[in-house]
């Protein structure tokens, strides 16, 4: 039986200890500069999170990390977020499908006056706290990097000017940072590999 190692995440989709190769994997695969490593104890994990990454990392750390790359096969048990806006600002949308079938799970919008930003971010958390509610713990993919990081800050950091007709938009932000500072969550938020693997499944065909 193979004995089991700690994973430390420095820099990644939410940094912190995993106990599974898996579970680390899902928080570095896309993520660009993810900086882990693996340890025998927790006790080393534990020291280790908590110190430069480099001094353990070092190097050679790139030769020696099992190094998560974009060629592996994304997972079809999530969901696949997309957003879309006619125009910048303009007539904004987003959804979630489970990739499994391609089945629409969930779609909010048009909204007047909108950015494809505040969409890709909206429909993460959107994702989050639906799979919260039915106590599931599937991964969601985004192919939005600025997105990815609003949610690991909790904060939509648009400079996105609020207007009479933005109103909407302006009040789903503030309940999803809201749902952000109050919940916690399991579910990994993964980088989808547009370029190995085709446009992410909730893509609304536009381009």
């Given at each position: ?8 995440v ?7 200890i ?66 879309a ?47 919260k ?7 969601v ?42 919940n916690?969550y ?22």
């Amino acid at each position: 039986m193979a004995k089991k190692k700690f994973y430390v995440v420095w820099q990644g989709v939410q940094p912190g200890i995993y106990s599974s190769w898996d579970e680390c994997k899902a928080q570095v695969t896309g993520f660009e500069q993810a900086r882990y490593k693996s340890f025998e104890t927790k006790e080393e994990a534990d020291a280790a999170f908590n110190d430069n990454p480099w001094k353990h990392i070092g190097k050679t750390g790139p030769k020696n990390r099992k190094i998560a790359t974009s060629q592996e096969k994304y997972l079809t048990e999530s969901i696949a977020v997309d957003a879309a806006c006619s125009g910048n600002p303009g007539l904004m949308e987003y959804r979630g499908v489970f990739v499994a079938d391609g089945v629409e799970i969930f779609h909010v919008g048009p909204l007047k006056d909108g950015t494809n930003n505040i969409g890709e971010f909206l429909a993460i958390v959107h994702a989050l706290a639906l799979l919260k509610h039915k106590n599931s713990k599937l991964p969601v993919y985004s192919d939005s990097v600025n997105a990815m990081k609003w949610v690991v800050r909790k904060k939509c950091n648009t400079k996105l000017e609020k207007t009479k007709h933005n109103q909407p938009i302006f009040e789903l932000i503030t309940r999803a940072e809201k749902w952000l500072s109050e919940n916690t969550y399991e579910n990994p938020v993964i980088k989808w590999e547009t370029n190995n693997w085709g446009e992410i499944p909730a893509d609304f065909g536009r381009k």
